[in-house]
């Protein structure tokens, strides 16, 4: 059921012993809107603690720093930045698929598959959401609260450069910076700080380019093996992911992930003239206008011949 800005805030006001839900592959749109909302309604002196199918990555540590544990048998479960049930992740998806209350969501292929979904398509981040929400139950911002948001605001928008920022954005995020968000050290960590294992993955996916449709689209891959050689874990792919659309000409840049059980993910990034979305739509998945991913059995090398053969296809 499709529900409005107030009811959703007015739901998340009238509950307590909320569990919050975030997607698999942990990214900061999803950890920032989940733990922004946990520490927000902790502070109207409600329970609530967050929960990921996957290990969160060393670099958004500071966005739960000082949260502590809470256990308590939840009441209310609510999700953030999450399109559809399998995005939860197995586990998850099994243990809570059929039991999220209230689902936030900015995605334009949201499956609104949630008991009451508020989902805003035009937003450039989920945490743009949570925001405004916490704004209306009339919690402070503290500077806790901020650093979430705006590494969301941040991370979703590519650093405020992606076609899906907005005024409000610009506004939110100075909002942010006048609540004490930390915006340069965020900025630097998300976007220009690398370890050496970053590095040479990066070399080893540039190894793997592959340039088709007439120079207009581009396409790398990464493994298991890759990630392991290089002592990285899957928040390393937040840079790779853009590295094909960076290359003068390309409209389509696509990065293809090994995964489990014999599956391949794929993420697309696209120019003004491409629906990314309406790509990964073709093969079960879903996201933005630029930005969108979906997950084909097969190997990688399988899953590149694939989507090479689909655009080329639909590019000719």
């Known amino acids: 059921m499709k529900i409005d800005f107030n009811e959703a805030a007015e739901l998340l006001k009238g509950m307590d012993n909320i ?4 997607h698999r592959n942990p990214d900061g749109d999803t950890l920032g809107s989940g733990f922004a909302l946990l520490r927000a309604l902790r502070n109207m002196g409600k329970r609530a603690r967050l929960i990921n199918a996957d290990p969160i990555p060393g670099k958004y540590a500071y966005l739960y720093e000082g949260t502590g544990e809470d256990d308590f048998t939840e009441d209310f479960v609510v999700s953030v930045d999450v399109a559809e049930r399998k995005l ?3 586990s998850l998806g099994e243990k809570y698929g059929d039991r999220v209350d209230l689902a936030i969501d900015h ?3 949201s499956r609104y598959f949630a008991k009451k979904t508020y989902c805003e398509s035009d937003s450039a981040s989920c945490c743009e959401i949570i925001y405004l929400l916490i704004k209306a139950m009339g919690i402070p911002v503290t500077k806790e609260i901020a650093d979430c948001i705006y590494t969301g605001c941040s991370t979703d928008t590519g650093c405020f450069k992606y076609s899906n920022v907005t005024p409000r954005t610009h506004r ?3 909002e942010l910076i006048e609540a004490g968000a930390d915006h340069s050290r965020i900025n630097v960590r998300m976007f220009d700080t690398k370890s050496m294992g970053d590095f040479m993955l990066q070399k080893m996916c540039l190894d793997t380019l592959e340039i088709f449709a007439g120079g207009k689209a581009a396409m790398i891959s990464v493994t298991k093996s890759m990630l392991s050689q290089c002592d990285v874990d899957k928040s390393a792919l937040d840079a790779i992911k853009p590295l094909t659309r960076q290359i003068d000409g390309v409209e389509i840049g696509i990065t293809v992930k090994e995964e489990n059980d014999g599956k391949a993910g794929i993420s697309v990034r696209t120019g003004e003239s491409v629906d990314a979305a309406a790509i990964c739509a073709h093969f079960g998945g879903g996201g933005h206008v630029r930005a ?3 997950e084909v059995k097969g190997t990688v090398e399988e899953a590149r011949e694939m989507i090479k053969k689909y ?3 639909v590019r000719s």
């Open 172 to 174: 939110i995020a100075a």
């Open 107 to 109: 995605h334009e292929t």
């Open 19 to 22: 569990l919050i839900l975030t």
């Open 311 to 313: 655009i080329t296809e």
């Open 292 to 294: 969108a991913g979906c």
């Open 88 to 90: 939860l992740g197995d």
